[in-house]
């Protein structure tokens, strides 16, 4: 009888786990999400990385969520004031090299500046800003500038994003991608160094926010390029899907 209430015990955990990882990846539990915060908090300056990483962020410049919590797109967002407010990521120093990469997010905002997120080093090809260049969202990598066309300082909720493919030495030209609220934006504007290579640098904490005066919600960096389909899900909040259905 003991025995039998042994293995019965024993077997339960075993179960589980194996519940556990028979259940599909989605975009929310996809092994390539290196970071991701909701900004769900409402207390504290810690804002909690979601994909299991432990890359927590640390609020700075005042921000605190009992003072700058607000509705995001889903549940609730971090509001930034464009001077000092940020979020550091201490010890996460983001994609580098030339690894293929996604960055997405929500914003809502009435001013065309700042920085939504960066990393690297200070030096050219080796930042990797995903911010406001010239009022419109794009990436410059110190040396060169891809930017969207269409402004998004309306007040209303955006999706954006950016897509870096794998490539041997990529660069804005070829191999990296925008997209606005789902689908790829028309590219407003390249740089004169648009072919310079993207060799991000591991030397500076992932930072998110510097200069941004608006709302931040649901800010996830993959160390994949997501396809297009899989945008169309980010943007359409459908995040619980099965990858394998998405096409």
Known sequence: ?????????????????????????TLDTDPNL??????????????ADASGHA???????????????VGGKVGRALELDGEEDHVEVAGYK?????????VALWLKGERSRGRLVSWGADDFGQMFNFGYV??????????????????TDDNEW??????????????LHD????????????IHDIGLLDLWPLQTGDELNVRIGQGF???????????????????KVLFKLQTDRPLSEIK
């Open 134 to 151: 010239r009022g419109r969202v794009g990436v410059t990598p110190h040396g060169g500038y891809l930017y969207i066309n269409e402004e």
């Open 34 to 47: 290196a970071a991701r915060w909701t900004f769900d908090e409402t207390s504290g300056q810690t804002a």
């Open 158 to 171: 955006h999706h954006v994003a950016a897509v870096v493919r794998r490539a041997e030495l990529p660069n």
């Open 55 to 69: 890359r927590s962020g640390t609020l700075k410049g005042g921000l605190s969520f009992a003072e700058n919590s």
């Open 175 to 186: 191999d990296v991608k925008l997209y606005l609220d789902g689908a790829p934006a028309e």
């Open 94 to 102: 983001g994609v580098t090299g030339t690894h293929a990469r996604t």
């Open 1 to 25: 009888m003991y025995r039998t209430f042994f293995l019965a015990f024993a077997l339960v955990p075993l179960v589980a786990l194996t519940a556990l990882a028979a259940k599909p990846a």
């Open 213 to 231: 005066n608006g709302a931040l919600d649901d800010l996830r960096i993959y160390d994949r390029a997501l396809s297009e389909a899989e945008m």
